[in-house]
């Protein structure tokens, strides 16, 4: 046990700040609908095809134009993407409402890049995914280290006073409490970022083999972009083969070669922007593939599910307050595991002892 309490002790001194940003950014984001606050964010959706077809032409005329996120229910307005992080939000006419030359300038695009990959890329990916393995470590060991002090359990949402003592007695019993909601939000988080870790935890619903299969799309080999796509025909087909779906995404090859792909989302789906896929050649608008998610095996639907639920993109108001606790109690538990362990550890009776000489002579 006195291991355990080392090892926990260590795991919030050196990760607990990382976590407790993760935690903040993540709180902010729940709420980003709200507060983007450009023009048109609260327009009703308008997904008929007609409306859709002719934003997508008029957005996808623009010079640079590397897709569209689609408004949806939450945000009434079409997310354009560029290079460089440049981009613009434009109403459901194809109206532009503003543009950006990089996410430096959109609150949320940055803030969003600093939870998921710390502003680092793949390198920040691999940082959280640790991040996060740890913070499994720290509830689970938090909780076994708890139940030696069950019988002084008094809870807090804020230390008594900030001393080291009330801090570490607050910080146990507010992590016991929220121990359940952050292992929702540890778990969901790291599986997104963390593939094996992902297999492992969806073993239960299906093959972890299959279900990597089906979430790894196939490659396809077409011709060079065209040079004026019929994107009016590829979302026909797309409302033909789904009818009762919503566009969510459409994106234009990375690289010679690679297909248009549109994404879309199905009723009985949580995944905000869907995992229904149709690939059309770049060059003939054919279709090459088209993907029902709806009938992916069960292993990469339960995976599938873990973003929704992480994001509190399903639960309506109550999962977001909760997540929003989740949140909070780890900005805490995090940001003061770090501040007891570095910055408020009592000192040793020897030091003590060598500045008394030092001050008597």
């Known amino acids: ?74 945000f009434g307005l079409h997310q354009t993407r560029f290079g460089e992080g440049a981009g613009a939000y434009a109403d459901q006419s194809g109206e532009v409402v503003t543009r950006w030359a990089s996410q430096w300038e959109r609150p949320e695009l940055w803030i969003f890049d600093f939870h998921h990959h710390l502003f680092a890329g793949d390198s920040g990916e691999w940082v959280i995914g640790i991040a996060g393995l740890c913070g ?13 002090t069950r019988r002084t359990f008094q809870l807090r949402l804020w230390p008594k006073r900030m001393s080291r003592p009330s801090i570490v007695w607050h910080h146990r019993d507010l992590g016991i409490v929220a121990a359940p909601l952050l292992l929702i939000s540890i778990v969901t988080g790291t599986m997104m970022i963390f593939r094996p870790f992902a297999m492992v935890m969806v073993a239960p619903f299906g093959s972890p083999g299959a279900a990597a299969k089906a979430l790894d799309p196939p490659k ?20 033909r083969r789904f009818p009762d779906a919503e566009f969510r995404i459409l994106s234009l090859p990375r690289k010679p ?105």
């Open 1 to 74: 046990m006195k291991l355990l309490d080392t090892l926990h002790r260590w795991t919030g001194g050196l990760i607990g700040l990382v976590l407790g940003l993760l935690g903040l950014s993540g709180t902010i984001l729940l709420y980003e609908h709200l507060w983007i606050g450009v023009p048109g964010a609260g327009d009703a959706l308008r997904g008929d095809l007609p409306t859709v077809t002719a934003a997508t032409e008029r957005l996808m005329a623009t010079p640079g134009t590397q897709g569209i996120i689609y408004a949806d229910a939450r």
């Open 136 to 148: 499994l470590f720290f509830v689970i060991s938090g909780a076994i280290l708890w139940w030696r």
């Open 220 to 239: 396809y080999k077409g011709g060079p972009l065209a040079a004026k796509p019929d994107y009016a025909a590829m979302l026909a087909e797309g409302r």
């Open 257 to 361: 070669g690679d297909p248009i792909s549109l994404r879309m989302k199905q009723p009985a789906e949580w995944l905000p922007n869907g995992r229904t896929t149709i690939a059309f050649d770049a060059a003939t608008g054919d279709v090459l593939a088209a993907r029902d998610a709806l009938a992916l095996p069960g292993g990469a639907q339960a995976f599938n599910m873990a973003f929704p639920i992480h994001a509190s993109k399903v639960g309506g108001w109550t999962w977001r307050i909760l997540l929003t606790i989740s949140g909070l109690a780890m900005t805490m538990l995090g940001s003061f595991a770090v501040w007891t362990f570095w910055g408020k550890r009592p000192k040793s009776v020897k030091r003590q002892a060598k500045k008394a000489t030092l001050a008597t002579g």
